[in-house]
């Protein structure tokens, strides 16, 4: 069965400080692994996606995620924090085959000026 | 135009109405989805739609029903409204595999009262 835990649902930094968003999946399978954002009332959108060709995946607006299958992480970062980062980041796990994606609960980044 | 559109965007109603979410896409995809939205609980899987003549119970189908009109409509509807019913509703669509990731619409916000 596939499932994702995200750490924290709420996550504050300041503004220029290092973002990590934390994720972990369960999945018998290799798995696809995506971020999502969501800013205020507004839909999702994708920020990056895992779909095995390389670990360390490259996102918009500068964020990136590194899979490790020994840790069955895939986490979120950005170097340095701007104020439009603020919203809600989403972590989501598709198996191969399977018929839809499993999202996490959230995680609320805000940024402190 | 949005490659995905939910109507309406915000809508009020009282409990025991019957209601209609509206969900047209022009990214030629097969697969569409309705999501619900809840603080602290993510985005759970309502129904899903493989094409007009294949539909599919999600993990909180109860007090929801669907029709897929046409390739690029899906619509969900509440039979008989109840407060904990009030959420955001999400409309996704993606190509045959969804290990490329959705595409999401705005969502509508619905409150039951």
């Known amino acids: 069965a596939q499932s994702v835990t995200q750490l924290g649902s709420h996550v504050s930094v300041s503004e220029g400080a290092l973002v990590l968003l934390r994720c972990n999946y369960s999945?018998?399978?290799?798995?696809?692994l995506f971020w999502y954002v969501q800013y205020p009332n507004q839909g999702l959108q994708l920020l990056l996606k895992?779909?095995?060709?390389?670990?360390l995946v490259k996102g918009i607006n500068g964020f990136e995620a590194e899979f490790k299958k020994s840790e069955t992480s895939f986490h979120l970062t950005k170097p340095s924090a701007h104020m439009s980062d603020a919203a809600e980041y989403f972590c989501a796990v598709s198996e191969g085959g399977a018929n839809n994606l499993f999202f996490g609960t959230g995680t609320r980044l805000t940024v402190i000026p | 135009d949005a490659d995905v559109t939910q109507t309406p965007r915000n809508r009020i109603t009282k409990t025991g109405k019957r209601i209609m979410l509206e969900c047209s896409q022009t990214k030629g995809h097969d697969r569409m989805y309705w999501y619900r939205q809840d603080p602290g609980l993510g985005l759970r899987l309502i129904y899903y739609?493989?094409?007009?003549?294949?539909?599919n119970k999600g993990e909180i189908s109860d007090g929801y029903s669907v029709s897929r009109q046409a390739q690029a409509k899906f619509s969900l509807s509440l039979e008989s409204a109840i407060p904990n019913q009030t959420a955001l509703y999400f409309c996704a669509t993606s190509e045959r595999t969804v290990n490329y990731g959705y595409t999401f619409g705005s969502g509508t916000r619905l409150t039951v009262v």
């Open positions: 895992y779909t095995s060709a390389a670990t």
């Open positions: 739609s493989f094409d007009v003549k294949d539909i």
């Open positions: 999945s018998s399978v290799p798995p696809y």
